[in-house]
Every structure is written in structure tokens, then in C-alpha cells.
């Protein structure tokens, strides 16, 4: 069976700080990939997406990136972190052909402090 | 597009009644559309799913109905539970990209 591993569920970092959030996804091949942020109370906005091995899409502009240094693996990661960086992060997954639908990890809580 | 920065609105029904969650799509090109539960620090959970060449399809005390003509979606949930008090999302795809809503807090009061 499919299942995706998101670590860690809770991070507390201080300004200036570097970043790194794991996402693994097991039982597929080829999935696409993404990051969503969600801010207390609000709805969920994409941050990156790939669909491929190395292959990342930003959305919005940010102190954030991306890597997929395998196929089923996503990195989010940050040089130097931002109040305005906390948030609840989300990785999804979906495969193309199997009705589009996602499936969320369990989410990463970051706070900076 | 995605709806950030909005916060969520709110329903709030009594135990045993019927909850009636709305949406309203943008693209009428959008061909699926699925329903999401998010409980408090938790990620969102698929509940149901339709696509558009249907206007109504049911599953356990759920029932998703899509109007294409004025592309507007809606969750009913039957017999609502304390267990159903959770952030519902609606989301829609036409291609590669989904698009979220932004929300409904569902309170339910026992």
C-alpha cells in the first residue's frame, strides 16, 4: 500500500536559522510531489510541486526551496529562516491517471521563534 | 486561484442534523472534484470524490452533488457527529494542478 512519511511533526527554530523537512512517499512510482503551506485558520497554499527526479516548481516567490534528490523523496529546506516562515507544512502526493486525488502526510508544525 | 490568506468560515449544526458544506469552483474546464477532511493538526483526508460527467454520488453519510452550470460543489453529511467537527475542502483539477478552496470549519454541538 501506498504511504507517505513526513517528518519531524514539530519544529520550533529560531530566526536565522537553516531549515530542512523530509518527505518520503512509499508503494508508488513516479508520483508527483508537492509542498503546501497552511497558516493558522486558513486555507492551503502550494509552495512547490515536482514531477520528476530534480524537477522543481516554485509558485509563489519565498525563502524556500525544493529539491527531489530521488523519486521519492522531497526536501523542503531553508538558508536562513523567517518569522513570517511559520506555518503548518504539508507534502502531498498524486499519480496522473489515478483520478488526481492527493494524499497529505501528517504535517510538519514550524514555529520561529 | 488557491485561497490564501482568507479565514475560514464557519458552520455550526446540532448533533444528528444534516450539514450542508457549499463550494464554488472557478474553472469550468475542472473534470474531477473531491471533498477533504482536516482535523486540528492532522493533513487533510480524502472523503469523497466525483467527477463531472456526474452530478451526485453518495458514500457513507456523505453525498457530494456538483452543478456545472454554476459550478458550485456541495458536501452534505448525514446525521452529523461529534467526530465530523473538522476543516472541510473542496478541490478541484482540470490537468495537472489542483486548486483548494479555502475552507469550512464545521463545529458540532453536542
Known amino acids: 500500500s501506498q504511504t507517505i512519511h513526513q517528518w519531524p511533526a514539530t519544529l520550533v527554530q529560531p530566526v536565522g536559522s537553516p531549515l530542512s523537512l523530509e518527505c518520503t512517499v512509499e508503494g508508488t512510482s513516479n508520483p508527483n510531489l508537492y509542498w503546501y503551506r497552511q497558516a493558522a485558520g486558513r486555507g492551503l497554499q502550494l509552495l512547490f510541486y515536482?514531477?520528476?527526479?530534480?524537477?522543481i516548481s516554485s509558485e509563489v516567490p519565498q525563502n524556500l526551496s525544493a529539491s527531489r534528490p530521488q523519486d521519492r523523496q522531497f526536501i523542503l529546506s531553508s538558508k536562513k529562516l523567517l518569522l513570517s516562515d511559520s506555518g503548518f507544512y504539508l507534502c502531498?502526493?498524486?499519480?496522473?491517471?489515478?483520478?488526481?486525488?492527493?494524499?497529505f502526510g501528517s504535517g510538519t508544525r514550524l514555529t520561529v521563534v | 486561484g488557491e485561497s490564501v490568506g482568507l479565514h475560514l468560515p464557519t458552520l455550526s449544526v446540532q448533533e444528528g442534523d444534516n450539514s450542508i458544506i457549499n463550494c464554488a469552483y472557478s474553472?469550468?474546464?475542472?473534470?474531477?472534484f473531491i471533498w477533504y477532511k482536516q482535523e486540528s493538526g492532522k493533513g487533510p483526508q480524502f472523503i469523497i470524490d466525483i467527477r463531472s460527467n456526474m452530478d451526485k454520488r453518495q458514500g457513507q453519510r456523505v453525498t457530494v452533488l456538483l452543478n456545472k452550470t454554476v459550478k458550485h460543489l456541495s458536501l452534505q453529511i448525514a446525521a452529523t457527529q461529534p467526530g465530523d467537527s473538522a476543516v472541510y475542502f473542496c478541490?478541484?483539477?482540470?490537468?495537472?494542478?489542483?486548486?483548494f478552496g479555502a475552507g469550512t470549519r464545521l463545529f458540532v454541538k453536542a
Open positions: 515536482s514531477v520528476g527526479i530534480g524537477q
Open positions: 474553472n469550468s474546464a475542472s473534470d474531477y
Open positions: 502531498a502526493w498524486s499519480v496522473i491517471g489515478d483520478g488526481y486525488g492527493y494524499t
Open positions: 478541490a478541484e483539477t482540470g490537468g495537472f494542478k489542483t486548486i
